[in-house]
């Protein structure tokens, strides 16, 4: 059965991530798709919490013994039947409407490679300004030689990604850039999508904190971008896997209680002082 998309979702212990995304697909105005989850054999319930979603979707679930997400992302691109490859992350967030745009620009515009608009997701919205910039510079840098991309989502024509020979898998990260880079290579721009919007997790950030989630964007970039290096070697600790950020909600709710009770004692002695 042909299909205009093939969504490759490469996973690795995403049980608490992943039903959220597929719920968003399950939401999807637009329905020309199937859904391919390319896991790296999770041990926790990642492949269970798909089942529900059966009725709803075309859903086919994959495993490699490659923990690697340009692996994982090719291994799931061999089993696509769609004529474009949508490639998001576990823990990315779509609006219902996101399809149906995407579809409409790509059947009008006749691209090969396609950007979605990224924001930061609902809770981080004091990053917006920022995600701003880092959107235009995506954009600008589509007409210069060392293009890049946001990562999380690539929407790319099947038989030009097998042309290109997909994603580098030999990358310790900044796989995206090279795959848009060497794209450019082949004379293909990326058309930027502002209609269709990714909604961006930043767990690692509250993960790890601001200032080493920037460092480490930061110079993969720029080793990337200003020096135009294969990063293949690691050059920080950057762990993959769901499972590294399942006790986030309840370090933020320890902290909301601690904070909320916190700010009682505080008016309290305000009161006390005050009297």
Do not use: C
């Given at each position: 059965m042909k299909l205009f998309f093939s969504i490759v979702i490469p996973t690795l212990n995403e049980e608490k991530f992943l039903p959220k995304l597929l719920n968003d697909l399950a939401k999807q105005k637009e329905k020309d798709f199937e859904v391919i989850v390319a896991d790296g054999f999770s041990k926790d319930k990642t492949k269970d919490c798909i089942k529900s979603y059966k009725g709803d979707l075309k859903l086919n679930f994959i495993?490699?013994?490659?923990?690697?997400?340009?692996?994982?992302?090719?291994?799931?691109?061999?089993?696509?039947?769609?004529?474009?490859?949508?490639?998001?992350?576990?823990?990315?967030?779509?609006?219902?409407?996101?399809f149906k745009k995407i579809k409409k620009i790509i059947v009008r515009d006749k691209g090969l490679l396609f950007l979605p608009f990224f924001l930061p997701d609902k809770e981080y919205q004091q990053y917006k300004p920022l995600f701003d910039l880092v959107n235009i510079m995506v954009e600008l840098s589509q007409n210069l030689p060392r293009r890049f991309s946001l990562g999380g989502s690539i929407i790319i024509e099947k038989n030009f990604f097998n042309t290109i020979e997909g994603f580098n898998e030999n990358l310790f990260i900044a796989e995206d850039h090279e795959l848009v880079q060497r794209a450019g290579q082949w004379?293909?721009?990326?058309?930027?999508?502002?209609?269709?919007?990714i909604f961006f997790s930043l767990r690692r950030m509250k993960k790890?904190?601001?200032i080493k989630f920037?460092?480490?964007?930061?110079?993969?970039?720029?080793?990337?971008?200003?020096?135009?290096?294969?990063?293949?070697?690691?050059?920080?600790?950057?762990?993959?896997?769901?499972?590294?950020?399942?006790?986030?909600?309840?370090?933020?709710?320890?902290?909301?209680?601690?904070?909320?009770?916190?700010n009682q004692i505080k008016t309290l002695f305000r009161k006390i002082l005050a009297s």
């Open positions: 495993q490699t013994r490659q923990k690697n997400v340009a692996a994982q992302r090719n291994y799931g691109a061999k089993k696509a039947v769609g004529s474009y490859f949508v490639f998001l992350d576990a823990d990315a967030r779509i609006s219902p409407s996101f004379g293909v721009n990326s058309k930027f999508i502002k209609e269709a919007r790890e904190g601001q920037f460092y480490k964007y930061f110079i993969a970039s720029a080793r990337r971008l200003l020096f135009n290096e294969e990063i293949k070697k690691k050059i920080f600790e950057y762990q993959m896997g769901g499972q590294l950020y399942q006790d986030i909600e309840v370090k933020q709710k320890k902290e909301e209680f601690f904070n909320h009770y916190f």
